[in-house]
């Protein structure tokens, strides 16, 4: 903050995107606390914390803001309907119109319909049973993940293993460049496998071209299995 002064800090504190990884509640303290110090806001991208499949649910920063230097963003695309579109923010009165203008200016409005739905979801109380199947889905999705990339990833892979979310960020050895596999992978006919190529997610500085985010939201197990096992068997052979 002293060297770049920045106008704004962005974070996505748990699960985050791309990695899979969630700030300590430390950490999340310790960004309040500097937000305030070096009067900088923060904007705290928090969608995924709902999607919790081990641990306990951790504060958001917003909760140690004291000043208001913290904006609070979430979403009820991952937990109600992916097509919904539909999110909230939480900050202090007077940052509220400005970010109303902007979001005028980007799509003038939100449709009705999905917002009365998403109330009527929640207002007649079926999220408490609907958020246990979603978290015991991506549960079972991402322990399969886990193994999958254990079993046939090349020796030597390292992979996060996540408390929650819709993600995995894998390493690669062997000098893998995940940029010019990606074509390969996806349009090989034995292959037919999307990963993001993870110099896609650094803004500056030397990109880091041996890593991959790998996706297991929407995915089903024995599917997980068979694309894992495709793209394992590409990169392996790329190794020998």
Known sequence: IQQYKPKMIYVIPTFQNPSGRTLTLERRKKIAELADQYDVLVFEDDPYRDIRFTGHDLAPIKSFDKSGKVILGNSFSKIFSAGS???????LDEMMQPLQDVKTASNSHTSMLPQVLCAEFFKRGYYPEHHEMICSLYRE??????????????????????????????????????TLLREEAITRPDVKVAFVAGEKFFTDGEPVTNCMRIS?????????????????????????
Request: proline share 7%; with cysteine.
């Open 141 to 178: 999705r991402c322990q399969k993940m886990m193994e999958c990339i254990e079993e046939y990833f090349p020796k030597g892979t390292k992979w996060t293993v996540p408390d929650g979310g819709l993600f995995t960020w894998a390493q690669l050895p062997g000098g893998l460049n995940t």
């Open 85 to 91: 579109r539909l999110g909230y923010i939480v900050g």
């Open 216 to 240: 297991f939201g929407a995915v089903p197990p024995e599917n997980i299995e068979k694309a894992t096992k495709k793209l394992g068997k590409m990169l392996c052979d790329k190794l020998k």
